[in-house]
């Protein structure tokens, strides 16, 4: 059963895509939405792997944000792995940054926090 | 009558936004769109108000290239004039990349040419 997440968890494992076969419209469409950029700003000042998905301070629901995280793992922008119950993340700076040099630090610039 | 083109014009003259009160939420969401990015790309190939919004090689209509244009505007990636019954264009190269270093760049590389 490929879609089940090792470890005997019952959610279709996650389908990531490498940020090398990313286009630029698919990056800048998954950067242009202001709940997916409070996730990437927050993913930024947070260790790998320590952040759940709940953990988040967004304004919306359970289906909206595993839409959200689905859009930023297609765009390179966020790994996941299921750890016991919790699926927790990552965002791929290097990866991106090496594909997109700059775009991040753009949307994490402190004077863009708007 | 301040919304009718100066030179006896009978459309409201084009409102523009500066670079610099743009946020990078408005930024990116401007930027992506494959009708929009296909504008730009061709702006940034002429020179500066060579190019009016009817020559542009891009599959839509009128009123959803005005639009286009209008949301180019709003995002300060674009100045337009009008001259005689053409409206006229130019990218805000200078005044966007100093707002937003490397954006358009990322944009315009051949390599991200999808």
Sequence with gaps: M???AAGGGHRAAPVHTDPDDVSVLTALSA????????????????????????????????????????????AGLVE????GPKRVNRLRRGEFDTRFPGLLDLLLRTDNAD
Aim: aromatic share 6%.
């Design 80 to 83: 996941q792995r299921d750890k």
């Design 31 to 74: 950067l242009a939405d202001p709940v997916r950029i409070q996730l990437i700003r927050e993913l930024a000042g947070s260790a790998d792997w320590t952040r759940s998905c709940g953990s988040f301070d967004v304004p919306v629901g359970k289906a909206a944000l595993s839409h959200h995280f689905s859009v930023l793992r297609s």
């Design 2 to 4: 490929p879609n089940q």
